[in-house]
């Protein structure tokens, strides 16, 4: 079972980011996929390998490997895009906003 299948299974909320990565120096480009959850969620999501965001401490977040990015794209109807530019996307899940949770 995946990371992102676990957290649906616990009813943890989250969202899933993905930022797209520009050629730098040495010309890699790709996209980076990423889990968020809520800090206070830490203790359901205990022993899944999410750490403290520095850029936000409210929240914690996870790397996606293939299998958590196969999962979001079978259950991609149960998100939806809150944010998407050129460098990237977030999308919540459709009954439960992650953004209005972690104000």
Request: with cysteine.
């Amino acid at each position: 079972m995946t990371t992102l299948e676990k957290i649906r299974e616990r009813g943890i909320n989250h969202a899933i980011g993905c930022s797209n990565i520009f050629p730098g120096i040495a010309g890699f480009e790709g996209q980076d996929w990423f889990i968020l959850i809520k800090r206070e969620d830490r203790k359901l999501a205990k022993g899944l390998g999410f750490t403290v965001l520095e850029s936000d401490i409210r929240n914690l977040i996870k790397d996606m490997d293939d299998g958590d990015k196969r999962a979001f794209k079978v259950n991609q109807d149960d998100y939806t895009p809150v944010k998407k530019n050129k460098y990237g996307k977030i999308y919540e899940l459709k009954n439960k906003s992650f953004k209005d949770e972690n104000k």
